[in-house]
Nanobody, 124 residues
Framework: QVYLVESGGGLVQAGGSLRLSCAAS????????MGWYRQAPGKERELVAT????????YYIDDVQGRFTISRDNAKNAVYLQMNSLKPEDTGVYYC?????????????????WGRGTQVTVSS
């Protein structure tokens, strides 16, 4: 089993910053790719940013490019999202996600693990 625990969400004024953290635990040998999704009320969950465990490139959706920064700590199986210049439209529940990992049980790739989500509210 794999568990993701998020922290760092909260209330912030427009233009402010938040740093989201996610620590993964369980049967994890190596996380190949992980990232963050978000879901606003009444809307579909959308990808925000991803980072490979040992890769050289990050991915961001256009709406957050230049404002958000994703980073990782492989020793802690953790992923972070630094969010600057926040806008009201950034409001939503942010979910930590592991796209792919290698399990300690058999070393095989396994997919799609989700955190419970953390609320981010940006007021104008």
């Amino acid at each position: 089993q794999v568990y993701l625990v998020e922290s760092g969400g909260g209330l912030v004024q427009a233009g402010g910053s938040l740093r989201l953290s996610c620590a993964a635990s369980g049967s994890i040998y190596y996380i190949n790719r992980m990232g963050w999704y978000r879901q606003a009320p009444g809307k579909e969950r959308e990808l925000v940013a991803t980072v490979t465990g040992g890769g050289k490139t990050d991915y961001y959706i256009d709406d957050v490019q230049g404002r958000f920064t994703i980073s990782r700590d492989n020793a802690k199986n953790a992923v972070y999202l630094q969010m600057n210049s926040l806008k009201p439209e950034d409001t939503g529940v942010y979910y930590c996600h592991i796209d792919e990992l290698q399990s300690t049980a058999d070393g095989m790739p396994t997919f799609d693990f989700w955190g419970r989500g953390t609320q981010v509210t940006v007021s104008s």
